[in-house]
């Protein structure tokens, strides 16, 4: 399969790999996605708690390129963003920008899933209502 | 710079010694085979017959029981189609395994359609298959065993010999698909009492696009029905103009890998020994698929746990391998073979298939070796899973949201 350049540089240069501490009232995770499916996406945000704007993303991600690229980009586009903001990114987005074939849609969808799960996970520790979760 | 090639279960290169043996069967040698009348046909008529015996010396057979086709695909569906219609008044029972190739397997889905019972045997977890399950399902309706000689994905050789002994005892017509046995390992149909053999030539360094199949002509004779209809070439079995060139070819590949043999199977061994120690000594949570004790000397197959097979062939793309991941299948369901073996569905995914062949070199082992090694460690640091098991976690117990 030939993948766009955009794929292969986050491959190649993934952003923000790691971890924040999920103890952190702060931080946000979320994981989604199942070993057995063969991709399983972590990524967590940790918002300034003065601006509400997210400081940090790190992801880390076990799945194909374009599930690498996905989780990538995603952190990319969560820092510096509110988090009602970040609420706002849809797969779409990342099919586009990523350039990403029919098959490999379902990773874009695990990305928003990923962004969705973290941000619950946040407001639920600040101890607003968790998001109404799509499936 | 083209890739490594390390997918010689996929297809091999062509051995230049073969080429030159084809090369004047396109040009001034062009007759074909079934003229009888003009040197022309004469000249193609000798070379298919030195081929038959080349073929036939290497597998133990009589040249006369050698017919030609276009490849593995086709003469297991000769095989197994063929004795099922022609021995239909004496059963319809035929008996394989689960890690077989499609060309059997599916062949196998076609006669059940039209009124066959098929048993597909289950294979233990070192991918050979369990002999007395073999013998339990044979029944007075069994027409054919068809059980592979050596695996593609996993290079497990199955107990080919003691398959045919328990086939000549109930009187059922035993098959093999050996394309990944013959010119790699000793294959004999008298000693492995072997009644159809199937090969082909673009996996021992012949071309594309040639083949044989194996019929034995006494004790017992084996008859076939013919599934194309023509002009009676091949004894009746297998009508078409014989592509004289590309059987040249086969025969020549099989020649040289009966010379070969012995000297080769060992290097690629010892190659392939070090391919694993290597990734063994510095890699942790890597795991064989497949016994390795009844194996393909060039195969190994290894799972790079927490590291999702087409990740890392991306990060491999200047070596030319398989993976069991899903999503390098066309069907985007993890390998069928590994997963026959009880493998989850989760270490099919991080599965890699090393297929060595002659034209590969040390030097390419150590380059594999350590490029697989920096390319799983870094996906392993980017892998939550390889972090949670770090962390002491155990994977099984999560509450994972399944899409």
């Known amino acids: 399969m030939a993948y766009s350049n955009k794929v292969l540089d986050h491959y190649n240069h993934p952003r923000n790999v790691g971890s924040l501490d999920k103890n952190d009232a702060q931080v ?14 972590k990524l967590q945000i940790k918002v300034n708690p003065e601006t509400g704007i997210i400081d940090d993303a790190k992801f880390k991600t076990f799945g194909c390129g374009s599930a690498i690229a996905s989780s990538s980009l995603a952190t990319e586009w969560l820092k510096g963003k509110t988090v009602d903001e970040a609420l706002a990114i849809k797969n779409t987005d990342i099919v586009n920008e990523l350039a990403l074939p029919p098959v490999k849609i379902h990773c874009s969808v695990l990305a928003e899933d990923a962004i969705k799960a973290a941000i619950n996970d946040y407001k639920v520790k600040q101890g607003a209502a968790p998001l109404l979760q799509a499936h | 710079m083209k890739p490594i090639y390390f ?4 297809t091999t290169q062509l051995d230049p010694r073969v080429l030159q043996a084809m090369l004047p069967y396109f040009t001034e040698h062009f007759g074909n ?14 070379a298919v017959e030195k081929s038959r015996r080349q073929i036939a010396s290497l597998i133990g057979a009589n ?4 017919v030609f086709t276009s490849g593995a695909t086709e003469s ?24 077989e190739h499609k060309a059997v397997l599916d062949t196998c889905k076609h006669l059940e359609k039209k009124g066959c019972r098929v048993t597909y045997l289950p294979v233990m977890g070192d991918g050979r298959i369990d002999l007395d399950m073999l013998r339990g399902a044979i029944t ?10 050596a695996n593609n994905e996993i290079g497990v050789v199955q107990p080919v010999a003691e398959i045919g002994k328990i086939a000549k005892e109930r009187g059922v017509l035993f098959h093999t698909d050996a394309v990944q046995a013959v010119g790699k390992i000793p294959v004999n149909v008298i000693a492995d009492q072997v009644d159809l053999l199937s090969v082909t030539a673009h996996k021992m360094y012949g071309p594309k696009g040639v083949g044989a199949l194996y019929v034995r002509r006494k004790s017992p004779r084996v008859q076939l029905t013919a599934q194309m209809d023509g002009g009676g070439h091949e004894r009746g079995m297998r009508s078409g103009t014989l592509n004289v060139p590309g059987i040249v070819g086969l025969g020549e590949a099989c020649a040289i890998a009966q010379a070969e043999m012995p000297e080769e199977s060992q290097r690629l061994r010892g190659m392939r ?5 290597r990734l063994e000594a510095t890699l942790d949570e890597v795991f064989i698929n497949g016994s390795m004790e009844h194996r393909l000397p060039h195969n190994l197959n290894m799972s790079f746990a927490y590291v999702e097979g087409e990740s890392l062939l991306m990060g491999i793309d200047d070596i030319a391998v398989s993976s069991g991941s899903a999503c390098t299948s066309a069907t985007l369901e993890p390998s069928y073979v590994l997963k026959a073996l009880g493998l989850g569905d989760d270490m099919a995914h991080t599965s890699i298939r090393f297929g060595l062949g002659r034209f590969n070199t040390e030097a390419e082992i150590d380059y594999v070796a350590d490029k697989m090694i920096a390319v799983v460690t870094k996906l392993r640091e980017l892998s939550p899973l390889y972090e949670m098991v770090k ?11 399944a899409h």
């Open chain 2, 76 to 99: 297991n569906n000769l095989a197994i189609k063929g004795v099922a219609e022609m021995y239909a008044e004496k059963g319809n029972h035929i008996i394989t395994a689960a890690t």
């Open chain 2, 391 to 401: 962390e002491g976690i155990d994977l099984s117990k999560v509450q994972w949201t």
């Open chain 2, 273 to 277: 020994d070090r391919l694993r120690a």
């Open chain 1, 28 to 41: 946000g995770t979320g994981m989604v996605g199942a070993p057995e499916c063969g991709d399983v996406m």
């Open chain 2, 140 to 149: 007075d309706q069994t027409i054919l065993i068809s059980i592979m000689y």
């Open chain 2, 33 to 46: 085979a079934a003229s009888r009348n003009h040197a022309y046909g004469w000249e193609a008529e000798e």
């Open chain 2, 63 to 66: 040249a006369k029981e050698i």
């Open chain 2, 7 to 10: 997918d010689n279960h996929a």
